[in-house]
Structures are given as C-alpha cells and as structure tokens.
Nanobody
Framework: QVQLVESGGGLVQPGQSLRLSCAAS????????MSWYRQAPGKERELVAS????????NYANSVKGRFTISRDNAKNMAYLQMNSLKPDDTAVYYC?????????WGQGTQVTVSS
C-alpha cells in the first residue's frame, strides 16, 4: 500500500521557521513529481511548491517565493519543505502529493499554525 506521511508541522510565531518532511514508501519515488499543497479553513486547497522527479526544476506559489524551499532526496524517498519567515496567512494543513502520468498519491496532512 502506497504511503506518504507528512511530519514537522506545529505552532510557531510569525517570523519563525519550520521544515516539513514527507516520507514516501511502496512506489518508485524517483519517478514522481513531488508537490506541497495547503488548505486553510474555508479555503480551497492550493499548490505551494513542486519539484520534478530528479529535482532539476522547482515551482512556487507567488505567496511563498523567497520564503519557502522545496527539496527532495531520492535516495531516502523523502521530500521537504523549508518554510522561513512564516506569516499568519501560512496557517493551513499542508499536504504532500506524488504525481506521475495520471497517478496521484496524497498524504494525510500536517497542521501548521502561525500565531503570536
């Protein structure tokens, strides 16, 4: 059974940092584009960042450019989202997604709350 397990969420103050991790198992991780999405209460899920299978190309939402960095380690089947200079508007459940051709796998999400 395919698994994507996010971790690293929590409660932080504005301006602080968090690093989210996504552990993948039971599929060929290195073939998949990895993405991070987030969903705030009452809002639609939105793409935050994505990285291609070999890590050669990344893409970011305008709202997080310059603050967030997506990365991956294909040897460890891991994806990461480094989040710096966090703002209250970054509060959401963060999900990782693996995509290859028409196949998508989602994790269960991890809560990030930015509040003073």
């Amino acid at each position: 059974q395919v698994q994507l397990v996010e971790s690293g969420g929590g409660l932080v103050q504005p301006g602080q940092s968090l690093r989210l991790s996504c552990a993948a198992s039971r599929f060929t991780f290195s073939r998949y584009t990895m993405s991070w999405y987030r969903q705030a209460p009452g809002k639609e899920r939105e793409l935050v960042a994505s990285i291609t299978s070999a890590g050669g190309s990344t893409n970011y939402a305008n709202s997080v450019k310059g603050r967030f960095t997506i990365s991956r380690d294909n040897a460890k089947n891991m994806a990461y989202l480094q989040m710096n200079s966090l703002k209250p508007d970054d509060t959401a459940v963060y999900y990782c997604k693996a995509s290859f051709l028409r196949v998508d796998y989602w994790g269960q999400g991890t809560q990030v709350t930015v509040s003073s």
